[in-house]
């Protein structure tokens, strides 16, 4: 009798103990399964910032580029500018047309206002 006793408090002795780590496992599995997904969450976010951190760096090359584009066109326009002038310099000063053409006063309805902007109410600035 006493061998079925202690034959009977071992098997649920070690039912018990079978029982406890089944529930371990269980847990492990959950938090394991908890984790995988916030690791996968993780990834995708991640994946997703560097989709938008490759689609600003390839905006910001466009910018440049177009800076770069803008720039270098300025610089044409202002030569083009400059040789324009310098063309109409020597013609003033080489074609007698041209130079009698240049000193001819602008006629006062064509002047306009000036351009910095001074307003002198008092009457003393400019003559009629």
Do not use: C, H
């Not at 071992?10 to 997904?37: D, S, W």
């Not at 063309?87 to 009698?100: G, I, Q, T």
């Amino acid at each position: 009798m006493k061998a079925i006793a202690a034959a009977i408090i071992i098997a649920l002795v070690a039912a018990l103990l079978v029982g406890i780590q089944q529930y371990r496992v269980i847990a492990l599995r959950g938090e394991m399964q908890i984790e995988t997904k916030s690791k996968d969450d993780a990834i995708k976010a991640n994946t997703e910032s560097q989709a938008t951190i490759t689609t600003l760096r390839a905006e910001a090359q466009r910018n440049a580029d177009y800076q770069r584009d803008l720039t270098k066109r300025l610089q044409a326009s202002q030569a083009k500018a400059r040789k324009a002038e310098k063309n109409f310099e020597d013609l003033k000063r080489n074609s007698p047309a041209v130079r009698d053409w240049a000193a001819q006063p602008i006629p006062d309805g064509l002047r306009g206002k000036p351009a910095g902007g001074n307003k002198d109410n008092s009457g003393k600035g400019r003559a009629p």
